[in-house]
Antibody, heavy 124, light 107 residues
Framework: QVQLQQSGPGLVKPSQTLSLTCAIS??????????WNWIRQSPSRGLEWLGR?????????EYAVSVRSGIIINADTSKNQFSLQVNSVNPEDTAVYYC??????????????WGRGTLVTVSS | DIQMTQSPSSLSASVGDRVIITCRASQSISMYVNWYQQKAGKAPKFLVYAASTLQSGVPSRFSGSGSGTDFTLTISSLQPEDFATYYC?????????FGGGTKVEVK
């Protein structure tokens, strides 16, 4: 059974870096058929896809720069996990952050497995 | 970015009702639409991909249709466990984007 286990602080000060990790069990971060995504949700902006990392003979990263710049998503193959960094946060970055597995069939990408979510509050 | 607009934003329905939720894309996206169900305090649950293909294990009372810019999610006979918020999402191109959600409430 594939599971995603999120970890990271729930409170971050303005201008600091938000860092979250998603540990994968039952699948591989290096899978040639999956992508590993970060999505956030807030009452004001709804669900927002932040970006993904995936491996297809080499590593690819894609980001929603129109949603938020200053995002880095990395894969750690030694720990079978991936991470999110959001630089210079402000109160508008307060949201529930989800990691999610992206599945693909005939070029259709979908989020078929989600972590439980981490509420991150940006406040001094 | 492709904008996804859902309507209505909320609706009231009774058990046994037929419920139809619509989603419109800001440009043609073929059949690159997925649907999710979210209950309060939980992560979204994947229901439908490629506009009309049900994920394994999803009850057959759910169905999706549409192509181009207009899509629908239909619940043929609403069950008590179906009261939730539903989201569409386009996978035509990056950045992947979601609709604003449709909350299905008890009438």
């Amino acid at each position: 059974q594939v599971q995603l286990q999120q970890s990271g602080p729930g409170l971050v000060k303005p201008s600091q870096t938000l860092s979250l990790t998603c540990a994968i069990s039952g699948d591989s971060v290096s899978s040639n058929s999956a992508a590993w995504n970060w999505i956030r949700q807030s009452p004001s902006r709804g669900l927002e896809w932040l970006g993904r990392t995936y491996y297809r003979s080499k590593w690819y990263n894609e980001y929603a720069v129109s949603v938020r710049s200053g995002i880095i998503i990395n894969a750690d193959t030694s720990k079978n996990q991936f991470s999110l960094q959001v630089n210079s946060v402000n109160p508008e970055d307060t949201a529930v952050y989800y990691c999610a597995r992206g599945g693909q069939l005939s070029n259709h990408w979908y989020f078929d497995l989600w972590g439980r979510g981490t509420l991150v509050t940006v406040s001094s | 970015d492709i904008q996804m607009t859902q309507s209505p934003s909320s609706l009231s329905a009774s058990v046994g009702d037929r419920v139809i939720i619509t989603c419109r894309a800001s440009q043609s996206i073929s059949m690159y639409v997925n649907w999710y169900q979210q209950k309060a305090g939980k992560a979204p649950k994947f229901l439908v991909y490629a506009a009309s293909t049900l994920q394994s294990g999803v009850p057959s009372r759910f169905s999706g249709s549409g192509s181009g810019t207009d899509f629908t999610l239909t619940i043929s006979s609403l069950q008590p466990e179906d009261f939730a918020t539903y989201y569409c999402q386009q996978s035509y191109n990056v950045p992947l984007t979601f609709g604003g959600g449709t909350k299905v409430e008890v009438k």
